[in-house]
């Protein structure tokens, strides 16, 4: 089946040290997606990439960024976790901009000791 | 600033019975509301959407309607079922990618 794949799903990182979350598609799809959503908030859009095409949201913090490699793998860089870091972490993908809906992956637990 | 607003943070309905799950938006400039559907330790899960020259979409058991004039988007499930317990995301766009989002309702289903 066609998916969104998270790994990991859970992430136990140290305050200040360098993590990396993944996300693939087999979707083929030329949009991806990262959201950050924290307990009861609704999910937040931190950057997406159209192909190879880099967009970042005006308030996502330096501290995160993002790599496309290729169509199918794209990674979360969070450079020095602080305790307001710690959050879901969901990768969605679609197959351009505009109206489309977007396909979630299961998403990354992060948690920030 | 949050501009999709889902002010109940859950529902309860019998089996059987209509749920509605309300959803209001501060800007008038969105031109597609969608909702999603998540169950717990899943990703959201698209479930309908609607263009903003609409004012009604349908889809099996679930129904969306949109009121530009009140900045008003519902979502309609009948008949309810167990299955269909999850938290629901409304979601808007504004010409583009970013997928404006409110915080969830959690729907319970109950026999």
């Known amino acids: 089946d066609a998916m969104v794949i998270q790994n990991p799903r859970y992430q136990v990182t140290q305050f200040g040290k360098p993590v990396t979350l993944s996300c693939s598609q087999t979707?083929?799809?030329?949009?991806m997606y990262w959201y950050q959503q924290k307990s009861s908030q609704a999910p937040k859009l931190l950057f997406h990439?159209?192909?190879?095409?880099?967009?970042n949201e005006a308030d996502t913090p330096d501290n995160f960024q993002s790599r496309r490699p290729n169509t199918s793998f794209c990674f979360l860089d969070i450079r020095s976790p602080g305790l307001g870091d710690a959050a879901m972490y969901l990768c969605?993908?679609?197959?351009?901009?505009?109206?489309?809906?977007?396909?979630f992956g299961p998403g990354t637990r992060l948690t920030v000791l | 600033d949050q501009q999709v607003k889902q002010n109940s943070p859950s529902l309860s309905v019998q089996e059987g019975r209509i749920s509605i799950l309300n959803c209001d938006y501060t800007?008038?400039?969105?031109?597609?509301f969608l909702w999603y559907k998540k169950y717990p330790a899943e990703g959201p899960t698209f479930l309908i959407s609607?263009?903003?020259?609409?004012d009604k979409n349908e889809d099996g058991r679930f129904t969306v309607f949109l009121n530009k004039s009140a900045k008003h988007l519902s979502l309609h499930i009948v008949p309810s079922q167990p299955g269909d317990s999850a938290v629901y995301f409304c979601?808007?766009?504004?010409?583009?990618?970013?997928?404006?989002f409110g915080k969830g309702t959690s729907l319970l289903v109950t026999p």
């Open positions: 969605a993908t679609s197959r351009r901009t505009g109206g489309n809906e977007q396909f």
């Open positions: 979707l083929n799809h030329n949009v």
């Open positions: 990439y159209y192909d190879k095409d880099f967009n």
């Open positions: 800007n008038s400039m969105f031109d597609y």
């Open positions: 609607i263009s903003s020259i609409k």
């Open positions: 979601a808007a766009i504004l010409s583009g990618y970013a997928l404006n």
